[in-house]
T-cell receptor
Framework: AQSVTQPDIHITVSEGASLELRCNYS??????LFWYVQSPGQGLQLLLK??????LVQGIKGFEAEFKRSQSSFNLRKPSVHWSDAAEYFC?????????????FGTGTRLQVTL | GAVVSQHPSWVICKSGTSVKIECRSL??????MFWYRQFPKQSLMLMAT?????????EQGVEKDKFLINHASLTLSTLTVTSAHPEDSSFYIC????????????FGQGTRLTVV
């Protein structure tokens, strides 16, 4: 069964500092990987996704993620964090077999940004 | 990106009553919709997957008679929590995608259900 681990429950960074959120996945085949952001009381917004090709993926809001098959990781990075980036971040792995497709989410990392 | 509208944003109901949550894709045809449940400070747990015109596929442990899902059209899916109890209080989120798996699934803004 597929699974996603986000080791960091809560991270605090200063505004302007760099950010890296960790994500490790377990999946038997080629994974489809996603990062979502959720503001309090809101739904999820897709930041970026990886299906194939270039292992460094660029997303919205200045985020990027790198797929490393050897490490089963898909860490999210941003070179300079803004106060508005404070939110909950979820990594997810997608599976698609026949007519069935689903996303499995990690437990999330809450990002706090200090001014 | 495409818009998925979920209604209501929050609802309070009495124990034993039923409540319906709507999920609409506003500018695309959603052949597949997903319903998730999120407990405070926890991740999203997939409850069920529904394909337009078909019965929903429920995840293990989810009571299909309690959480009724209808996906009668390409733009609307509903989740009805029947005979609600306080333990059903949670944040429910829907997502929808069109035919192509390689396109993203768009999420609604969620519904906060409180059963008193």
């Amino acid at each position: 069964a597929q699974s996603v681990t986000q080791p960091d429950i809560h991270i605090t960074v200063s505004e302007g500092a760099s950010l890296e959120l960790r994500c490790n996945y377990s999946y038997g085949a080629t994974p489809y990987l996603f990062w979502y952001v959720q503001s309090p009381g809101q739904g999820l917004q897709l930041l970026l996704k990886y299906f194939s090709g270039d292992t460094l993926v660029q997303g919205i809001k200045g985020f990027e993620a790198e797929f490393k098959r050897s490490q089963s990781s898909f860490n999210l990075r941003k070179p300079s964090v803004h106060w508005s980036d404070a939110a909950e971040y979820f990594c997810a792995v997608g599976s698609h077999t026949g007519t069935a497709s689903k996303l499995t989410f990690g437990t999330g990392t809450r990002l706090q940004v200090t001014l | 990106g495409a818009v998925v509208s979920q209604h209501p944003s929050w609802v309070i109901c009495k124990s034993g009553t039923s409540v319906k949550i709507e999920c609409r894709s506003l500018d695309f045809q959603a052949t597949t919709m997903f319903w998730y449940r999120q407990f405070p400070k926890q991740s999203l747990m997939l409850m069920a997957t529904s394909n337009e015109g078909s019965k929903a596929t429920y995840e293990q442990g989810v009571e299909k008679d309690k959480f009724l899902i209808n996906h009668a059209s390409l733009t609307l899916s509903t989740l009805t929590v029947t005979s609600a109890h306080p333990e059903d209080s949670s944040f429910y989120i829907c997502s929808a995608r069109d035919r192509d798996w390689f396109t993203e699934a768009f999420f609604g803004q969620g519904t906060r259900l409180t059963v008193v």
